[in-house]
């Protein structure tokens, strides 16, 4: 079993940074592939960005690719994501997600075991 704690969520205004966290529990971190989604009220919960278990590897959403950077570090458990240029339509409730394949980062919110609580970001214009 894993579990994630993701933090790092708030208020920015438009054009701000702010860097997310998720922490995992367990000793198989680097065997996780790691994603990061995002839910609006109302929306579907939409892939962002994920990265393999060596960090070898990232695969992009088209709405977040030149502004959002992912990384890990294995020694810590700990995958991040980097936010830069927000924008209100960035608002939404952002989850981290797990699952224990190696070679590919899947898309889909279904291919993923493994689910933080969420936390809240919040772009004011």
């Known amino acids: 079993q894993v579990q994630l704690v993701e933090s790092g969520g708030g208020l920015v205004q438009a054009g701000g940074s702010l860097r997310l966290s998720c922490a995992a529990s367990g000793r198989t971190f680097s065997s996780l592939t790691m994603g990061w989604f995002r839910q609006a009220p109302g929306q579907d919960r939409d892939f962002l960005v994920g990265?393999?278990?060596?960090?070898?590897?990232?695969n992009y959403a088209d709405s977040v690719k030149g502004r959002f950077t992912i990384s890990r570090d294995n020694a810590k458990n700990t995958v991040y994501l980097q936010m830069n240029s927000l924008k209100p339509e960035d608002t939404a409730v952002y989850y981290c997600a797990a699952v224990r394949v190696s070679l590919y980062v899947p898309t889909r919110s279904r291919d993923y075991a493994y689910w933080g609580q969420g936390t809240q970001v919040t772009v004011s214009s």
């Open positions: 990265i393999t278990g060596s960090g070898s590897s990232a």
